[in-house]
């Protein structure tokens, strides 16, 4: 029986986007699932060391949101979806990678990108590694 796959296209930076990633990727890595997380355009920012530093904003349409989101993050304990992502990779096949394409538009060298990311990639090869399984884009 082949694996099951998991891949998701991290196109937005926002926090109500990244946080489903991070959750996507660590229910995917429990259940076995090998996870690829391709970041590019805004979604490639979040990956950065700088933006490590802090907490991404909420999309403009969800902002009311933001407050109460963060108090209960804060509450539960919840982690932050950084730390669902590397805490994934410590539990399955993940591998995050970076936009070639997306990192030459806006500038951002390899040295730029958090300690998490396993490769730069174009989107040949990301196509080829999310080959065979679901897909998603967010």
Avoid: H
Avoid at 28 to 54: C, D, H, P, R
Wanted: hydrophobic share 45%.
């Amino acid at each position: 029986m082949a694996q099951k796959k998991l891949s998701i296209i991290v196109f937005s930076g926002t926090i109500d986007k990244l946080m489903p990633v991070g959750i996507l990727a660590s229910g995917a890595a429990a259940a076995g699932y090998e996870v690829n997380l391709f970041f590019t355009f805004w979604g490639l920012n979040s990956i950065t060391k700088k933006a490590m530093q802090s907490v991404p904003s909420i999309d403009k349409n969800y902002e009311q949101m933001g407050p109460m989101m963060m108090s209960r993050m804060q509450e539960m304990k919840f982690p932050m979806w950084n730390q669902l992502v590397m805490e994934a990779k410590e539990v399955g096949e993940v591998k995050v990678y970076a936009c070639s394409t997306t990192m030459e538009f806006f500038g951002v060298k390899k040295e730029d990108l958090a300690e998490f990311v396993d490769d730069v990639v174009g989107v040949a090869t990301f196509l080829d590694r999310a080959e065979g399984g679901t897909t998603l884009f967010i």
